[in-house]
C-alpha cells in the first residue's frame, strides 16, 4: 500500500466496471431530491424551509434510506480511491482529488451555499428584508476551531450545507494519501490476507465490519446534520471500501453473505426503529443520550447500515455475474463491453452512461439550492402535503437537470468549477468513482 501499487490486478491494468456501483450512485444522487424535499415537510428535522403542515411519515420513509444511501456512497467512494490511488500514486491522487472535490466545495461555498441560509432567515421570519448581498458578509463571518475537524470552520450562519459529503470525502482521500506514503506494503498486504482469510466464514463479512460501526454510532453518537451518521462512521465506511477493492475474496463473501445481510438488516431496523420513537416520545434525544436505550439504538443502526449495504451490493453483484454466466450458455452473441462500446461509434448506452457519471457531482452540489428556493415559493400554496411535494420534487428535478446541462456541462470553465472530468477523460472500461 505504501507506493499504491499493491492489488490482486497488475498495475496500470484496465479494471473491470462493477455498473452496479455505478446505478447505486445514480440512484442516491438523484434520491436526494426526494430526500431534501421530504424534509420541507418533516415534522423532526429543522430544514431551511418548512410548511405549515407536517408529517411523521417522512422520518420513517427518510429513516429507511439515510441508514443505507450515503454509507454506500462513502463505501463506493472507498472503492475507486483504492483504484485512483493504485494508477496515480499518492502524490497525484492527492492533486486530483483536490482538483476534483476542492475547486468545487470552494466554488460552491461562495456561489450557492448562502442562499438556503438567506432563505432560511426569511422563512423564518417575514419581517426579515436583507438583502441577499448585504447577508453575504454574515455568513462568511466565521472562527477556526480545529475541534471539529474537518468542519474547522465554523460561525453563526456560515455552514457546508449537503456538501459535507464532499468536505469528508476530501478529508478522507488526503488522509488516504497521506497513509500511503508511510505505511508498508508488505505489513498491508499481510493484514489484507488475514482479513481476506477471516471472512472465508460465513458470517464474517457482516460481523468483523459492523462491530466498529457499532461502537463509533453508540459511543460517539448520530450527527443529524450529517444525515444520521457520525463523521467517523463515514469514514469507517471509506476505508472498507478500499480494502474491499483490494481483493476479490471479500467481493465474493459480499455476494454470499447478501440473503443473511437482508434479513439480518431488517430485524436489526425493526428492533431499532421502535426504540429510536421511544426516545423521541419520552423527551430523549436518540443521537446523542448516553442512556442504555439510546445506547442499544446506536449500535443497532451501525450494525443496520453495514448490513444493509452489504445486501444491496451483494445483491446486485449477484446479479451481475448471473447475467454474466448465462450470455455462453444461452449460446447467445455478447453484448458489448463498456471498453467496446468506446471503440467504435457512440452509441446511446455510451452517451447515457458519460452524462450520468459526468453529471454526478454537479447534480449533487446544485439539487439543495434548487430544492430549497423552490420550496420557499411552494409552501405557501393552499394545497395538501403530497400535493405541495409532488410539485416540489417535480420542479427540482428539472431545475436541476436544466441548471447541469445549460451551465455546467458546455464549457470548460464550468466543468472545471464542478470538478468535472473532461469527457474524453472518461474511460468505461475503469472503475472512476463517485468522489473521484
Known amino acids: 500500500m505504501g507506493d499504491g501499487q499493491d492489488t490482486t490486478a497488475p498495475a496500470g491494468a484496465a479494471v473491470q466496471r462493477r455498473p452496479e456501483l455505478d446505478a447505486i450512485r445514480t440512484l442516491v444522487v438523484v434520491g436526494l431530491v426526494f430526500f431534501h424535499s421530504a424534509l420541507v415537510f418533516d415534522a423532526r428535522d429543522d430544514y431551511y424551509v418548512k410548511n405549515a403542515d407536517t408529517t411523521e411519515v417522512t422520518t420513517i420513509l427518510s429513516g429507511l434510506a439515510v441508514v443505507w444511501a450515503m454509507p454506500a456512497l462513502f463505501l463506493i467512494a472507498g472503492f475507486g480511491a483504492r483504484h485512483s490511488l493504485r494508477r496515480r500514486g499518492p502524490g497525484r491522487f492527492a492533486a486530483e482529488r483536490l482538483r476534483r472535490l476542492g475547486v468545487p466545495l470552494l466554488f460552491a461555498l461562495?456561489?450557492?451555499l448562502p442562499v438556503p441560509q438567506w432563505l432560511r432567515l426569511k422563512a423564518a421570519d417575514p419581517g426579515y428584508h436583507e438583502s441577499y448581498w448585504r447577508f453575504l458578509p454574515r455568513f462568511f463571518d466565521v472562527r477556526f476551531e480545529p475541534g471539529e475537524f474537518p468542519f474547522v470552520l465554523q460561525g453563526e450562519h456560515f455552514e457546508t450545507g449537503h456538501l459535507w459529503f464532499v468536505v469528508l470525502l476530501l478529508a478522507w482521500a488526503l488522509l488516504l494519501a497521506g497513509a500511503a506514503r508511510v505505511l508498508p506494503a508488505d505489513r498491508m498486504r499481510r493484514l489484507r490476507d488475514r482479513l481476506a482469510a477471516s471472512i472465508g466464514h460465513r458470517g464474517m463479512v457482516l460481523?468483523?465490519?459492523?462491530?466498529?460501526?457499532?461502537?463509533?454510532?453508540?459511543?460517539?453518537?448520530?450527527?443529524?446534520?450529517?444525515?444520521?451518521w457520525s463523521r467517523w462512521a463515514y469514514l469507517l465506511f471509506f476505508a472498507y471500501g478500499f480494502v474491499l477493492a483490494t481483493?476479490?475474496?471479500?467481493?465474493?463473501?459480499?455476494?454470499r453473505d447478501a440473503v443473511l445481510a437482508a434479513v439480518a438488516g431488517v430485524v436489526l431496523m425493526a428492533v431499532g426503529m421502535p426504540l429510536f420513537f421511544m426516545i423521541s416520545q419520552?423527551?430523549?434525544?436518540?443521537?446523542?443520550?448516553?442512556?442504555?436505550?439510546?445506547?442499544?439504538?446506536?449500535?443497532?443502526?451501525?450494525?443496520?447500515?453495514?448490513?444493509?449495504?452489504?445486501?444491496?451490493?451483494?445483491?446486485?453483484?449477484?446479479?451481475?455475474?448471473?447475467?454474466?454466466?448465462?450470455?455462453?450458455?444461452?449460446?447467445?452473441?455478447?453484448?458489448?463491453?463498456?471498453?467496446?462500446?468506446?471503440?467504435?461509434?457512440?452509441?446511446?448506452?455510451?452517451?447515457?452512461?458519460?452524462?450520468?457519471?459526468?453529471?454526478?457531482?454537479?447534480?449533487?452540489?446544485?439539487?439543495q439550492p434548487i430544492v430549497v428556493a423552490v420550496a420557499y415559493g411552494v409552501v405557501s400554496w393552499q394545497a395538501p402535503i403530497a400535493v405541495k411535494y409532488a410539485a416540489l420534487?417535480?420542479?427540482?428535478?428539472?431545475?436541476?437537470?436544466?441548471?447541469?446541462?445549460?451551465?455546467?456541462?458546455?464549457?470548460?470553465?464550468?466543468?472545471?468549477?464542478?470538478?468535472?472530468?473532461?469527457?474524453?477523460?472518461?474511460?468505461p472500461n475503469t472503475t472512476d468513482r463517485p468522489g473521484e
Open 282 to 367: 419520552g423527551g430523549g434525544d436518540p443521537f446523542t443520550d448516553l442512556t442504555r436505550p439510546a445506547l442499544t439504538m446506536r449500535a443497532l443502526y451501525g450494525m443496520t447500515g453495514w448490513c444493509w449495504v452489504v445486501a444491496i451490493l451483494g445483491l446486485l453483484d449477484r446479479r451481475q455475474v448471473a447475467r454474466r454466466e448465462r450470455r455462453p450458455a444461452a449460446g447467445a452473441v455478447a453484448a458489448p463491453t463498456h471498453a467496446e462500446a468506446g471503440d467504435g461509434q457512440p452509441d446511446l448506452t455510451r452517451r447515457s452512461y458519460l452524462y450520468l457519471a459526468l453529471g454526478a457531482l454537479p447534480v449533487y452540489v446544485l439539487h
Open 393 to 427: 420534487v417535480a420542479i427540482a428535478i428539472v431545475l436541476t437537470v436544466a441548471a447541469y446541462d445549460l451551465l455546467v456541462r458546455r464549457t470548460r470553465i464550468t466543468r472545471f468549477l464542478f470538478g468535472m472530468r473532461e469527457p474524453a477523460a472518461v474511460r
Open 247 to 255: 481483493d476479490e475474496r471479500f467481493r465474493d463473501a459480499m455476494r
Open 207 to 228: 460481523l468483523l465490519p459492523a462491530l466498529p460501526l457499532a461502537l463509533i454510532s453508540a459511543l460517539d453518537g448520530m450527527e443529524e446534520g450529517l444525515a444520521g
Open 110 to 112: 461562495v456561489a450557492l
